[in-house]
């Protein structure tokens, strides 16, 4: 699938691989991206949890540059989904600009959210999906990552990030194993255990994110996030790994262009 790489700036910047912006009119999300980019971030991928929101991340990647997305249908949705929800996804997943289905996956830490039962078949089909049109996953894993982590092997993915990870080691070493990639969020400047871990994670493994608008860094722990905060996390980040802020943007920009933007050549 042919993604349009010119606008990703050359210039070492930090980009959001994981935001939810889709509750933003577009005077706002200009507002948000402009303030992105002065922070020195120059592009953010924006993820749908469901049918509704991925139409919105259809449209704004559409009208903004430097928005990427992500559609899918996450294991929050309690609602039945509608009979032609294959149909729709599998339209939504050619619009401009849309990178990879997600964010999608299993949770079985929350009791508001429906049964493994029932995420289960629609996290499967989505992963089918995902191989059968060559596209990298957006995983949502909470206390699944070894399982979550198989399934993807199971069902031949090869590109996958696992978002806003937040497990212990076994999770971790679950992931690399499989060929996967990790994105740690702000939790990063306030847990001193996973900013280690993320200090450990190989670098080509490895991306930020804000999850915007939830899980902003300290600072502004508890407030509305925003893109432009990722660059609180990377500095983090790269300051618990002894490298140049130059040196992790590079690695992160290229390992964003490797997982999203290369064919997996099978
Ligand atoms: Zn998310």
Redesign the pocket.
């Known amino acids: 699938m042919g993604v349009d790489v010119s606008l990703i700036d050359p210039v070492p910047s930090w980009i959001d691989c994981?935001a939810?912006l889709d509750a933003l009119s577009d005077s706002e999300l200009a507002d948000v991206l402009a303030e992105a980019s002065a922070a020195g971030v120059s592009a953010v991928c924006v993820?749908a949890t469901d049918l509704a929101s991925s139409e919105i991340v259809l449209r704004q990647c559409a009208a903004f540059p430097a928005v990427r997305g992500a559609v899918g249908i996450g294991p929050f949705p309690a609602d039945p989904l509608p009979g032609d929800w294959e149909a729709r996804l599998g339209s939504l997943l050619r619009g401009a600009r849309v990178i990879a289905l997600g964010?999608i996956g299993l949770d079985e830490s929350n009791p508001k959210y429906p049964p493994i039962s029932r995420q289960l078949p629609v996290f499967e089909r989505q992963l089918e999906i995902a191989r059968q049109a060559d596209l990298p996953v957006i995983l949502?894993s909470r206390g699944a990552e070894a399982r979550v982590a198989l399934l993807c092997r199971e069902h031949g993915i090869r590109r996958a990030i696992f978002?806003c990870f937040t497990g212990d080691s076994a999770s971790l070493e679950a992931i690399l194993a499989g060929g996967y990639s990790v994105s740690f969020s702000g939790i990063v400047t306030f847990s001193r255990s996973l900013l280690e871990r993320a200090a450990e994670v190989p670098i080509d493994r490895l991306f930020i994110e804000t999850?915007s608008p939830f899980l902003s860094p300290v600072p502004f722990r508890g407030k509305i996030n925003r893109p432009c905060r990722v660059a609180i996390t990377g500095e983090a980040i790269a300051k618990a790994r002894g490298i140049a802020t130059e040196a992790l943007q590079a690695a992160i920009a290229d390992n964003f262009r490797r997982l999203f933007m290369e064919p997996s050549g099978t």
């Open positions: 994981h939810h993820a964010e949502h978002h999850d």
